[in-house]
């Protein structure tokens, strides 16, 4: 399990001058300490057409009810092209071409087979063929660190859900050939209802985050067991890779320095 050491990212002093200091580029973890609009952390490269993806991360988490949301991502013309959210007491559910935004408006559809509800609105008929929203069997809220992994293809929108390394969930037809589209914009700790923008505070993620990775492939189980257990064969993102080079940060978040599977809790 991860461990944390207490010492800020910007408390690390160079070895000498002129050289960089000798912290790796990935032991560092984002913290967002209260439910704002205004505190998040943005991934500086954006994302590549992509017809798979898997996305992991370690989360820390008490927050009630609902973490919020992990991550964003926002593309012209449709903010929700691709989300991860915990809002209320609706369990974390991933998004993907949601037109609408149905997570945390209090739009409610049936319940479909595989763990997927189908997306509506006001001007938006039901979709039972193409679902836009898969919810996810993740228990993260309790204090303690976990690594969740979500994948998903867009051949029949096969999608699965890993926390701790053990696949807990799967099903299809969320989003089927559907590219994730490029040149958006990736944010960290806020859900946007406009690109790189329109944060709502009851959205907001409040908790750790660490170790964000995407791959524009679906990683295998074991590749997933590998990354839970800090394995030496652990691969890092190809499209998104955790650095703190990539990251920028707003409104009071903060970064410290983090080393995983070091400790229990």
């Known amino acids: 399990m991860p461990a944390k050491h ?16 000798n912290r790796p580029g990935d032991k560092f973890q984002l913290t967002f300490p209260l439910r704002t609009n205004y505190m998040y952390a943005k991934v500086k490269k954006s994302l590549p057409e992509m017809y798979a993806f898997t996305v992991c991360m370690w989360l820390k988490s008490s927050a009630a009810p609902g973490v919020g949301t992990p991550f964003s991502y926002a593309v012209p013309g449709q903010a929700n092209e691709l989300v991860l959210i915990e809002w209320g007491n609706n369990p974390m559910e991933i998004l993907i071409n949601d037109k609408v935004g149905t997570a945390g408006r209090g739009l409610q559809a049936p319940a479909l087979s595989g763990g997927l509800r189908c997306c509506c609105g006001p001007s938006t008929q039901w979709n039972w063929g193409r679902q836009k929203v898969a919810k996810l069997p993740f228990v993260i ?8 992994c979500v994948t998903w293809t867009t051949r029949d929108g096969v999608w699965e859900a890993y926390q701790d390394g053990t696949q807990g969930g799967n099903g299809e037809n969320l989003a089927p050939y559907h590219p994730i589209k490029p040149q958006g914009v990736l944010v960290l700790g806020q859900e946007q209802d406009t690109l790189g923008g329109g944060f709502d505070a009851t959205q907001a993620f409040v908790g750790e985050l660490a170790h964000f990775n995407i791959w524009d492939r679906k990683l295998t189980p074991g590749e997933v067991y590998n990354l839970a257990t800090c394995s030496t064969k652990a691969l890092s993102g190809n499209v998104i890779a955790w650095a703190e080079s990539h990251i920028e940060i707003f409104g009071g978040a903060t970064k410290w320095t983090f080393e995983a599977c070091r400790q229990i809790n």
């Open 141 to 148: 809220n309790d204090g303690k660190w976990h690594h969740i």
């Open 6 to 21: 207490w010492v800020k990212v910007s408390d690390w002093v160079l070895s000498s001058p002129g050289q960089k200091d």
